[in-house]
Structures are given as structure tokens and as C-alpha cells.
């Protein structure tokens, strides 16, 4: 059930943001995007995992399950892992947890994945006014209320400010996902495609499908036919051939984790294509809200790098089953993210506006 549909669902009004709706009544508040939906207390996530061929909603009860949901990859995307993480401690707080638990809690949801910052800044923001609020049952849904909004209005900044770099007829290279799955809103880099192909533009967007999980294949594919974006899904492999052919116009991807030098995490593989960008002079852009830069964070290598199950490189897994075509115990390398120097980066795009590395420590509220 797509995002509208569920909120007619739930008998609600008033709709906030492209992708994201969310509205009040007697009872309480209710929040429902593209990938999550909290109404009073009933928390569901859409499990990425049997994207694209079903659409199928978790209902989440207890922050173990959601750092399972975490983990598995069923919800994922620096800024989803957080808000999500944030719904499940508002749930706790609303069934009349302590503050004992709910700090407990916490502790469990930050550690489901190590790199994306989103995760750990968005518990610490709602430990923060619980600890100086009166009533953690409405102050931590009140601040995860505060996030999800806040997201969804970082999303549109950062797809107005990159879409006035993009071009009519641009042929735009992204990995991985980074839309209204990741996000409470349109997205970033994704987000950016959103809105320039809104203006018009005639873009065409090469999607790479972000081995060993396919977040490209899967669910940015998935979101490009549900906004009508034209698009041509490539193996990771197949980038290289395009910068050479004179075929990609512009890279954008998103981050994980920015360092205050412009050194960003993402997704393994987007190293190499900032790689081959620089090599081919084509403009590569990291796009992200300031939410994603980590100020005690000075370069890449202080960056923790999550390290995935071998069998994931193996084979693969998911609506269409599971296979194995390596030999069974092949040993293997598998870290779910990698660092780009800030070097290769032709600037960064962030709610605030299209900026050089020198300026990342301003963008941060
Ligand atoms: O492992 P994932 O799917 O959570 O990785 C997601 C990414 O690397 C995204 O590019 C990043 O989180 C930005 S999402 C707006």
C-alpha cells in the first residue's frame, strides 16, 4: 500500500511534503512516509527487503525487533535508521517506560549499525529532551515528532538547492538508495533527481545496482517507475564504459558519515566512482543533509566501516529467493561502506546550499 493509501487509511488529512504525510487527531499524532508509520503508538516499517516485488509491512513492538529490522537491512538509509530508531523509542515511552529502559533501549538501537552518524545523533536528540523534559511519554515522541519533520523539510531544501545545478537533458549516474526509502521525504541525492526531473529537465538517470545488496536494482529501480523518472539500471561494473562513451553527465550520491575535512562514507562502491568521475572530469556531488556531518569527526579515517556476513558476497538474497554460487565456504571481504577522500569531491549539496569542503563545519546547525 503506497504512502497515501495508507494514510486515507488511517482516516488522516492533511498531507506535509511530496512524499511524506502526517497529521493529528483526538488521540495523538500519527506520521506516515514512503517507508514508516507511526499512529499513536503503532509503529510499521515497509520491509526493504522484498522490495521491489512486494510491498509488505512490518509491525514493529519492541526496539529489539527494530534493531533486528536495523540490522537485517530491512529498514536502511542514514536518515531512516535514525527516525526509525527514534519511533521505536517514542513506542517504549508511550507504553509507559521508564527512563531506565528507554536509556537501555537506546543504547541497544545505536549499536544495530556502526557508520551512518544519523542513528546515534537522532537517539542522543531524544535522550536529550527526555532528560530534560517531565514526561518521557510525550517528550520523546514530541522529539521524535521534531526529526521526522525536520527531515522531511531537509529533503526539499536539498532537492531545490541541487536541482539548480542540474541541466536540461543531464544523464545522471547514482548508487545505492538514497530517496524516499532512506529518507521521511523525497530523499537527497535522489531527492535532487526528483525535483529536476519535476522542472522538467529531461533527465535520464543510470542507476547502478550497488552489489552485494542491490539497493540500486532494487529500490532505486522501484522508485524511479513510481515517479515516472526515466532511468537505465547498470551493473556496478558498468560505469567505467559510460564516463568513457561521453554518456554521464553528473554523479550524485549520498553519505553516511561526513568528516569535518569533506571525507564522506557511503555506500561501498562510491569510491570508485568518484574515482572514475575525477579521471573523466565529470562533476561529482555528495548530497546530504547537515544531519549526516559528524563535527568530532576530522577525516575519513576516523570513520567505523561496518563489516557485513560472508554470505551476502556469496550470493544473494531476497524476494526472489536465496542463492549461493561461490563455493560454499569462499572466503570473502565484505564492508558495507567506503571512504572518499574529500579531493575527489566536486562539491557537496546540503539543505543549506551547494558548497566546497572548506565549508562543511558552517553547514552544521
Ligand atoms: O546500507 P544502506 O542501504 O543503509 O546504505 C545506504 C547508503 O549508503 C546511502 O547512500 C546513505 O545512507 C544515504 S541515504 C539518504
Not at 205 to 230: D, F, S
Not at 311 to 321: D, L, T
Request: glycine share 6%; charged share 20%.
Amino acid at each position: 500500500m503506497n504512502s497515501l493509501k495508507r494514510l486515507l487509511a488511517l482516516g488522516t488529512l492533511f498531507v506535509s511534503s511530496l512524499h511524506a504525510f502526517s497529521t493529528t487527531d483526538d488521540s495523538g499524532f500519527c506520521f506516515v512516509a514512503d517507508a514508516i508509520s507511526y499512529n499513536n503508538g503503532l509503529l510499521q516499517v515497509l520491509n526493504q527487503q522484498k522490495l521491489p516485488a512486494e510491498e509488505e509491512w512490518i509491525v514493529v513492538q519492541t526496539p529489539q525487533e527494530m534493531v533486528e529490522i536495523i540490522r537485517s537491512l530491512k529498514v536502511r538509509g542514514a536518515p531512516m535508521i535514525g527516525i526509525s530508531a527514534c519511533f521505536s523509542l517514542a513506542q517504549l515511552a508511550s507504553q509507559g517506560a521508564s527512563i531506565d529502559e528507554i536509556e537501555e533501549a537506546a543504547i541497544l538501537l545505536k549499536s544495530s549499525r556502526p557508520t551512518a552518524v544519523n542513528l546515534a545523533n537522532n537517539v542522543d536528540t531524544v535522550l536529550e529532551a527526555m532528560r530534560n523534559g517531565s514526561d518521557p511519554s510525550i517528550d520523546v515522541v514530541e522529539a521524535a515528532k521534531q526529526i521526522f519533520y525536520e527531515d522531511i523539510e531537509l529533503c526539499n531544501a536539498i532537492g531545490h538547492a541541487g536541482a539548480k545545478l542540474v541541466q536540461p537533458n543531464e544523464r545522471i549516474l547514482t548508487c545505492c538508495n538514497t530517496g524516499s526509502l532512506a529518507t521521511a521525504g523525497i530523499g537527497t541525492a535522489i531527492g535532487v533527481i526528483k525535483i529536476a526531473h519535476r522542472q522538467g529537465k529531461n533527465i535520464h538517470v543510470y542507476a547502478c545496482e550497488t552489489r552485494p545488496l542491490l539497493q540500486g536494482g532494487r529500490l532505486t529501480a522501484w522508485e524511479m517507475e513510481k515517479n515516472k523518472i526515466p532511468y537505465t539500471l547498470i551493473c556496478d561494473n558498468m560505469a567505467a564504459c559510460l564516463m568513457k562513451a561521453g554518456k554521464i553527465d553528473r554523479v550524485l550520491v549520498g553519505a553516511d558519515r561526513i568528516a569535518t575535512n569533506g571525507d564522506f562514507a557511503n555506500k561501498i562502491g562510491t569510491y570508485s566512482l568518484a574515482v572514475l568521475a575525477y579521471h573523466h572530469n565529470i562533476p561529482f556531488h555528495v548530497v546530504a543533509p547537515y544531519t549526516t556531518i559528524d563535527p568530532n569527526c576530522p577525516s575519513g579515517d576516523a570513520i567505523v566501516i561496518e563489516q557485513r556476513a560472508a554470505k551476502e558476497v556469496r550470493g544473494a538474497s531476497g524476494s526472489f529467493g536465496s542463492v549461493i554460487w561461490s563455493p560454499v565456504n569462499a572466503p570473502t571481504f565484505n564492508p558495507a561502506f567506503d571512504v572518499t577522500p574529500a579531493e575527489l569531491v566536486t562539491s557537496y549539496i546540503f539543505d543549506k546550499g551547494n558548497v566546497e569542503a572548506v565549508l562543511i563545519p558552517y553547514m552544521v546547525q
